[in-house]
C-alpha cells in the first residue's frame, strides 16, 4: 500500500459475522445477538469519526479523511479494480488483479505450499500404500454425512420443529442466509449508489444514512426470533447425536462394502509396520 501511496494497519482476523462455532451458538447468545448479522440500530446513526471512536481501527479514521475519489483509489489498490460484467466461472482468477490484498494473501499461500516431496510440515512425506485409495475414502466419510437419507430425515424434523414455530425453512443456512439477505435489500433501498468498505461508507449529496428504523427494528427482532428457534429445534432433534449415528451407519456401511480389502490392508500395514509412523 505503501508503494500506492496509502498507509494501511492490519487488523486481526476475526470470525465473519453470523459465523459461530456450535460451542457459542447458544439459546442466550441467540436471543441477544441472533446470527450476529443485524447490529442495534444506534449502531447506524451516524457519528462523526474520531481517532477516539477509530482508536481500534486506524484504518477508519485515515479513510475517513479522504474524498469520494481519493477513497475509490484506496479501494482499489487495496482490492483491485472491479471485474463488472465479467462470469467469475469463465474468467481465470489472477492474483495480480487483486490488489495488495491479494498480493499479500497469494505470498502467504506460497510460503505455506506442501510439495509432492514434503508433508504439511515440511518433512518427508508418507509412503505410498496399494491401499490410499480406500484410505482416502475412509478420511471422507464424515463428508458424506450431509448427503445421507438419515440426514435429510433428521433436516426434515428440524424443519417440522421451525414450522411449528411459524418459520418454513429446508435447512438452518436457510434460515439465516434469509436474514442476510433482508438485511441487503433493506441497506441497499436505504444507500443507492453508496461506495463503501466495512464500516466506511460514502454517500452522494442528498442521501440519508439511516435505514427505516420500523423495518430495521422488525427485522433485528425477526432475526433473533429465528434464531432462538433455530437452536431450540436444533437441540430438539440433538443435532450432535444424530450426527455421530449416522457416522456410525456410514462407517459400517464403509466396512460391510469394503472388508475384504480392509483385511488385506490390516495384514499389510501389519507387514509395513514403518510405512504411516
Request: some cysteine; hydrophobic content about 35%.
Amino acid at each position: 500500500m505503501k508503494e500506492q501511496g496509502f498507509d494501511y494497519w492490519p487488523e486481526p482476523v476475526e470470525d465473519a459475522p453470523g459465523e459461530f462455532d456450535d460451542e457459542e451458538f447458544t439459546v442466550e447468545r441467540a436471543a441477544q445477538q441472533g446470527y450476529g448479522i443485524v447490529p442495534p440500530y444506534r449502531e447506524f446513526e451516524y457519528q462523526p469519526v474520531t481517532e477516539e471512536t477509530a482508536i481500534t481501527d486506524p484504518n477508519q479514521y485515515y479513510t475517513s479523511k479522504m474524498s469520494a475519489s481519493m477513497f475509490a483509489a484506496y479501494s482499489e489498490a487495496l482490492f483491485g479494480a472491479d471485474w463488472d460484467g465479467i462470469d467469475p466461472e469463465d474468467a481465470e482468477y489472477d492474483w495480480r488483479e487483486g490488489g495488495c490484498d491479494a498480493a499479500a494473501r497469494h505470498e502467504i499461500e506460497s510460503a505455506g505450499v506442501v510439495s509432492e516431496e514434503t508433508g504439511e510440515d515440511g518433512g518427508a512425506s508418507i509412503e505410498a500404500t496399494p491401499y490410499d485409495d480406500l484410505i482416502e475414502l475412509m478420511n471422507i466419510i464424515p463428508e458424506e454425512v450431509e448427503s445421507s437419507a438419515s440426514w435429510r430425515r433428521v433436516l426434515g424434523e428440524w424443519s417440522d420443529c421451525m414450522a411449528e414455530r411459524g418459520h418454513v425453512f429446508d435447512t438452518w443456512e436457510h434460515a439465516g442466509d434469509s436474514i442476510f439477505e433482508e438485511y441487503d435489500e433493506l441497506m441497499a433501498a436505504t444507500q443507492p449508489g453508496a461506495t463503501s468498505l466495512e464500516d466506511t461508507v460514502f454517500l452522494e449529496d442528498g442521501q440519508d444514512w439511516l435505514p427505516d428504523k420500523a423495518k430495521y427494528e422488525a427485522l433485528y427482532e425477526q432475526e433473533r426470533t429465528i434464531a432462538v428457534a433455530d437452536i431450540e429445534c436444533r437441540q430438539e432433534v440433538d443435532i450432535e447425536a444424530a450426527t455421530d449415528r449416522i457416522i456410525g451407519e456410514l462407517e459400517q456401511e464403509f466396512v460391510d462394502r469394503h472388508r475384504d480389502r480392509l483385511d488385506e490392508m490390516k495384514r499389510w500395514f501389519e507387514a509395513h509396520p514403518s510405512i504411516g509412523q
